[in-house]
């Protein structure tokens, strides 16, 4: 699946040289990836009787590394575009590229690996197949 999140830079995101500040990359493409997941996962969600929980459904993941390549700023007003998919599956792990762009042109490429965790443990879990499923249409 190729899901689009799109955000609106604010002023207080940017740093004296009128730019997004390096570590809210970080924050936007947790955030592209926690509101696709859950986009993706709603009608499991909802079958399990919650909207956002994703421990209702067994589910829980955790990040392990990440990594952003830096192509252009993106700067207070842009509206910014992050393209997200999975591109790696493993057993208990998983990698998501999200590609950010601002009117088509490309500003950053980041790869997040994530380890599917038991919600209750938070020791590493294989990854449930409705997670695979729901993030792979």
């Given at each position: 699946m190729s899901?689009?999140?799109t955000l609106r830079v604010r002023y207080g995101e940017c740093d004296m040289q009128r730019v997004v500040f390096?570590?809210?990359y970080f924050v936007y493409v947790d955030d592209a990836v926690d509101t696709w997941t859950?986009?993706?996962l709603a009608d499991e969600l909802a079958k399990a009787g919650s909207s956002t929980d994703l421990h209702a459904i067994g589910f829980d993941f955790m990040l392990k590394t990440t990594q952003l390549t830096w192509?252009?700023?993106v700067k207070f007003g842009d509206t910014l575009d992050m393209h997200c998919a999975v591109s790696r599956?493993?057993?208990s792990s998983f990698d998501v590229a999200i590609h950010g762009q601002v009117n088509g042109d490309s500003r950053f490429d980041a790869?997040?690996?994530y380890v599917s965790v038991?919600?209750?443990s938070q020791r590493p879990s294989p990854i449930p197949d409705i997670v695979k499923e729901a993030l792979s249409k």
């Open positions: 899901y689009v999140h390096n570590a809210n859950r986009h993706a192509h252009s700023p599956w493993g057993n790869v997040i690996t038991d919600p209750k």
